[in-house]
């Protein structure tokens, strides 16, 4: 199979000589009024921004098609996704400028999602695919005074698609690739007469996969670790007026497969990851007003099965969110809004409910076009069910030199509270924990030139976490300290009309300050697995209306990681992870004025054996190819 896959990534590759056309892209130069939501929650162009933000498009997603979430945000400047490149029973850890996976915020249509069942709350990327996803919006720095608890590091918010104009239009996409990888998907999108729009979309996955744990050389050989996901969206937007919109959605996900007993151990253990998010958004707008609202429930459900054991989890979060704006002048704009959050874990026979609550105000005032200056202004209160009240504030200033220079900063804090298993779980619980807090300063310069078909961007942060909660001989407690900061540049580049090209480099470092029963301070580096210097290229050509082929590789240096030798009482051990480059391949081709596309994936191009966590394993080179195509 593999041979034929790479024969059609071939006959993709030769398509210019067999059949040669007029090269073709939409534009030559940036776009700079894409309309941004994440940053401010009410719409502005990149122009207006006041704060960096990184924009993955439908045409950039479709153009992934052989990778999933995790892969498509590992290639972004600021993030890491740990074991992205993992077997597909692992984990995707993701890391925002070097902060821990807990402190970035997931949101789906600018409404959070949160498993309070996971560790440290963490909510599992693996239950998310792409393929009923219109845009990504990414937004570095703590958002926490917009978006509330566990926005220290940052948020990405991934965007839906609607419905669209005509009665009835669709899209489908199906693959299949090295270790027996399957991926299917359809969608249905139109409206019914002036009032509704629809979206309805479908996924299915299915992978052999390898062995999630690394043979030592000493063991017979590994099985494989495998898996199967069914995910389903919907949406339905209903113009109640000329003014009001009222959007009810649904997103489903069951996630099975196997997984194994640790590093470099085998196993046939069995997982089950389930997600029910239902919810609805509000939107109503009449002249300089606008009032947005949102509800939505993320059941999350998690099964882990051994020979030995078996475990079941279960999370509940309820979020709802009214906020309005009124642009008070041509120069100055308000938002208000208040935020509601409920975390639960049902009870059993043996163990009571664990529940909290957050009840939060805040509001945003937003000045632009004073002479080339801009500036947002927020604060946010936050009651807090258990620990009571913390607030949190930000000033991000930005100046527009010229029309192609713009300065920016920002200072703003952030929080993340308590979770339920720290405040009441079986182990170590610690009903007086306080939320862990941040303080973030950042600043950076965007330059465009060669007529805005080149964009230069330079930025500088550093984020300390006071009162972080660690785990001690008493339980969980407030202790220590992480400061994290770091170097992000890049440059994106529309050669002509037919090339774009971009790279970044970062520049990472992070050390955490303990403190002992006797207040004496150590300081050490700790970013494990994510790697202090990190880079990143692409490059896309149109060779022809018809032929797109992308090449894109990143560099990582050493990285540390700890592993837990069980030959030796589970000691610690220090490991060093050798630094890698990978370099992956992309080709597509388009039939019947565009309506028809044929693809083929290559990840690992030149089959480099790395590692992202310690014992476990890292794929080959692996070749998908597919089809896909719209009605």
């Avoid at 006041?50 to 993030?79: F, Y």
């Avoid at 249509?109 to 996971?118: F, H």
């Avoid at 961007?457 to 300290?481: C, H, K, M, P, V």
Wanted: aromatic letters at 12%; charged letters at 20%.
């Amino acid at each position: 199979m593999s041979r034929t896959l790479l024969l059609i990534l071939g006959v993709l590759l030769c398509a210019p000589v067999i059949q040669a056309q007029s090269v073709s892209a939409v534009t030559d130069t940036l776009d700079l009024d894409q309309i941004v939501i994440t940053a401010s929650k009410i719409p502005q162009t990149l122009r207006e921004t006041t704060k960096p933000v990184i924009i993955i498009n439908r045409a950039e997603i479709e153009r992934s098609s052989g990778r999933d979430l995790s892969q498509i945000l590992n290639q972004q400047s600021g993030i890491r996704v740990n074991d992205a490149y993992g077997a597909p029973s692992n984990s995707r850890i993701l890391y925002m400028q070097g902060a821990a996976a807990q402190n970035t915020l997931i949101l789906v249509d600018g409404l959070p999602i949160s498993d309070p069942s996971g560790v440290g709350g963490l909510f599992d990327l693996r239950l998310l695919p792409t393929n009923n996803l219109e845009r990504i919006e990414i937004i570095k720095g703590s958002q926490s005074t917009l978006y509330g608890t566990d926005a220290i590091a940052g948020v990405v918010n991934l965007i839906t698609r609607s419905g669209g104009d005509e009665p009835l239009s669709g899209s489908a996409r199906v693959s299949y690739g090295s270790y027996n990888t399957f991926n299917g998907n359809a969608g249905v999108n139109g409206s019914a007469g002036n009032r509704v729009r629809y979206s309805l979309h479908y996924n299915r996955e299915s992978s052999d996969g390898f062995s999630a744990a690394r043979n030592p050389g000493t063991a017979e050989e590994f099985g494989n670790d495998g898996y199967n996901l069914d995910a389903l969206y919907a949406k339905t937007d209903i113009s109640l007026t000329e003014h009001l919109t009222l959007s009810p959605f649904l997103h489903y996900s069951l996630n099975e497969g196997d997984y194994d007993a640790g590093s470099f151990q085998d196993a046939e253990n069995f997982y089950s990851l389930e997600l029910l998010n239902p919810g609805v958004q509000l939107n109503y707008a009449n002249g300089s007003f606008r009032l947005n609202g949102g509800y939505n429930f993320t059941r999350t459900a998690r099964s882990f099965e051994t020979e030995f054991w078996a475990d079941e989890y279960e999370g509940n979060f309820h979020n709802a969110d009214l906020f309005g704006n009124y642009r008070i002048g041509e120069n100055l704009q308000l938002l208000a809004g208040f935020n509601y959050q409920d975390f639960s874990i049902p009870g059993g026979e043996e163990i009571a409910e664990r529940d909290a609550r957050i009840l939060s105000p805040y509001s945003t005032l937003y000045l632009k076009g004073l002479g080339g200056f801009s500036a947002e202004l927020g604060y946010r209160l936050n009651n807090h069910s258990e620990y009571g009240n913390n607030s949190t504030f930000s000033f991000s200033p930005a100046f527009n030199i010229s029309e192609s220079v713009k300065i920016y900063g920002s200072v703003s804090t952030g929080f993340k509270a308590p979770t339920l298993d720290e405040l009441f779980g079986p182990f170590g619980a610690n009903p007086d924990l306080d939320p862990q807090r941040s303080l973030y300063v950042n600043t950076g310069v965007e330059v465009y030139m060669l007529d805005q078909s080149l964009k230069l961007s330079a930025q500088y942060f550093n984020r300390e976490i006071d009162d972080l909660i660690i785990f001690s001989t008493q339980g969980y407690i407030n202790r220590d300290r992480q400061n994290d900061y770091g170097l992000e540049l890049s440059a994106d580049w529309l050669i002509g009309n037919s090339v774009q090209a971009g790279f970044w480099y970062n520049l990472i470092d992070g050390e955490i300050t303990t403190f002992d029963a006797d207040g004496n301070e150590r300081t050490q580096s700790n970013l494990i697995r994510r790697p202090k210097q990190s880079t990143g290229i692409h490059a896309g050509v149109a060779v022809s209306d018809q032929l797109y082929i992308r090449i894109d590789g990143e560099y990582n240096g050493e990285r540390q990681d700890l592993y837990f030798n069980p030959e030796n009482n589970f000691a610690q051990e220090d490991i060093t992870l050798d630094a890698y480059t990978l370099v992956n391949l992309y080709a597509e081709y388009k039939l019947y004025n565009g309506r028809f596309t044929v693809f083929g994936d290559v990840k690992n191009l030149f089959n480099t054996d790395f590692t992202e966590v310690y014992g476990f394993n890292t794929t080959g080179i692996a070749i998908k190819g597919g089809l896909r195509f719209s009605i």
